[in-house]
């Protein structure tokens, strides 16, 4: 008679409590995320077939004093032409140029250098941050 095999229990663990819980913070985080933010505007965005991103070719930066900068390089506005020119004619896609502007840049500094782009016959592309918006 082997009686140790029948007075053996098997271990179990209890979850009737943690169901509980699990429960209230799926309830929490879906109130939560309803309410997090209530002036958004619910638009269907249009879909692509193919990947849309355009390849960037050059950067631009308008910093706070109305500095251009190409890359890491301090370019004044009246030789921006000619030095987009340089980066813009290795390209052989319609190239696209990406700015990025100051907050507290004028936005006329930043629609200058897009005039100048689209005379090259660039795509310009202004790169936003949604972060310090409200």
Do not use: C, W
């Not at 179990?12 to 819980?21: F, K, M, P, R």
């Not at 390849?55 to 500095?67: E, M, S």
């Not at 004619?89 to 100048?116: A, C, F, R, Y």
């Amino acid at each position: 008679m082997n009686i140790r095999n029948r007075l053996r229990k098997h271990p179990e663990v209890h979850t009737g409590a943690l169901n509980d819980i699990l429960f209230i913070l799926l309830l929490f985080f879906l109130i939560v995320s309803t309410l997090a933010n209530p002036n958004v505007i619910k638009v269907s965005n249009p879909k692509a077939k193919s990947d849309s991103k355009a390849k960037q070719t050059v950067v631009i930066t308008v910093d706070k004093n109305q500095q251009i900068y190409i890359g890491q390089k301090a370019i004044p506005f009246e030789q921006l032409e000619t030095e987009l020119k340089d980066y813009l004619s290795k390209e052989t896609d319609k190239p696209s140029v990406v700015i990025n502007g100051d907050s507290t840049s004028h936005l006329g500094t930043t629609i200058k250098v897009m005039q100048v782009i689209k005379k090259l016959g660039a795509t310009p592309v202004v790169a936003v941050d949604n972060n310090g918006l409200k």
